[in-house]
C-alpha cells in the first residue's frame, strides 16, 4: 500500500498560542520554536520525506500564507499546494485534498497530520506508519494513531480502545479535553491513548465518511471543478468551520486505533515548549541570554539575541519578548491567550497580531 500512499501536511492553522512569537502573518508552523534552524513545517516534510517521495506528497495551507510555504519549501511543486481562500479548520481541508487527489489517483490512500508536531523519534514513527500501510485493511476503516499518555494532560483529545492482540485496534470513545479527574482515570483504566490527529484511510472510504456525517460539507465539494480558484471560493465560503474529529471521526465507524510508543507532542502553545525543552536545576527552560534570581520552573523566549533578560521572583510563569510585544503570563493561564490575542484585535492593538 505503501505505493499508493499520498501525504497530506495540514498547515493551514493561525497558531495564536504562540503569540507574540507567532502572529496572523507567521503563524507557528512556519516557526523554529525549537531552536533546531528548522521550522516546524519544514520537519514534517523532513519526516514525511523518509517514507513518501516528493511527488506524492502535498502541502494545505492558508493563501496568505504563500509567500511563507515558498521561501521555507523553495522547491515544493506548487501544484501539490492546496491554497485555502478562507480558514475553515480541519474538515474542509481534509475533503478539498481528497477530492483534489481522488480524482487524479482513485486508489490512493491518504497519510493526513498537522504541520505543528514534534517527533524526535522519527525512526520508530516512520516504521509505524509503514507498518500500517502494510498491514492494515483499507477498504473500509480510517486509522488513526495514538500515543501512549505520559501524564494526565487535558489539553489533548483521548480515544478509547478495544483491547486486541492485533496492531490496529477498534476505537470504542472519543473525548475531547477532559479535566484533570478524568484523564487521571483514563490513564488508570488502561486503554486510553492521547489522540495525534493524525489519520490514514482511503480516498474512497474519506469520502463516504463525509458523505454520511457531514453532508453539509461534502455537497459543496462534490461536484466542482476543486482546481478552479473561483468554484473552491465559492465552496470556503459556505462551508462551516469544523474540525475532521468533530465532523467525521466522532461519528464514522469503523474507525481503528494503532498505538505510537514513540515521543510525541502536539506544539499547541509555550507550555508544550516549556515540556519538551531542556531545563535547568531550578525548572527553567531558556531560549535567550538571561540572569535570574530567585525564578523557577518559567520559559523565557526572546527573538531578539542580542537581548539579555534579568528576571527575579518569578514561579511558573511564561516570558516571551519580541521587538514590539512582551508577554509576562503565568503558565497555569495559558490559555488565555487566545483571549488576549482577540481583546489585541478588537481594541485597536490588531497591529500586533
Known sequence: MIAQTHAVILAGGSGTRFWPLSRASRPKQFLDVLGTKKSLLQSTVERVSLLLPPERIWLSAYRMHQALVESQLGDFPPHRCLYEPLQRNTAPSILWAT????????????????????????????QLVRSVLETCDFSEAIYTIGIRPRYPHTGYGYIQFI????????????TE???????????????????????????????????????????????????????VLKAFQ???????????????????????NFRWWDLGGWNALYEVSAHDPNGNSLFTKAFLG?????????????????????????????PDALLILPRAQEQTLREWVQRLRTEGGSEYV
Not at 216 to 227: G, H, P, T
Not at 304 to 322: A, F, H, N, Q, R
Open 99 to 126: 477530492e483534489v487527489i481522488a480524482r487524479q489517483y482513485p486508489d490512493a490512500i491518504l497519510w493526513i497530520m498537522p504541520a505543528d508536531h514534534f517527533i524526535p523519534d522519527v525512526e520508530a514513527f516512520v
Open 177 to 231: 479535553k477532559p479535566s484533570k479527574e478524568l484523564a487521571e482515570l483514563f490513564i488508570q483504566s488502561g486503554d486510553f491513548l492521547w489522540n495525534s490527529g493524525i489519520f490514514i484511510a482511503h480516498v474512497s472510504v474519506l469520502r463516504r465518511s463525509f458523505s454520511q456525517h457531514a453532508p453539509e460539507i461534502y455537497e459543496l465539494f462534490a461536484d466542482i471543478d476543486v482546481s478552479d480558484p473561483e468554484a
Open 294 to 322: 530567585s525564578v523557577k520552573n518559567c520559559l523565557l523566549v526572546s527573538s531578539e539575541p542580542k537581548k539579555v533578560i534579568v528576571v527575579d521572583g518569578l514561579s511558573d510563569y511564561l516570558v516571551v519578548d519580541t
Open 238 to 260: 459556505q462551508v462551516p468551520a469544523i474540525s475532521f474529529d468533530y465532523a467525521v471521526m466522532e461519528k464514522y465507524t469503523p474507525v481503528a486505533v494503532v498505538e505510537g
Open 163 to 174: 483491547p486486541k492482540p492485533t496492531l490496529c485496534k477498534p476505537v470504542k470513545t472519543f
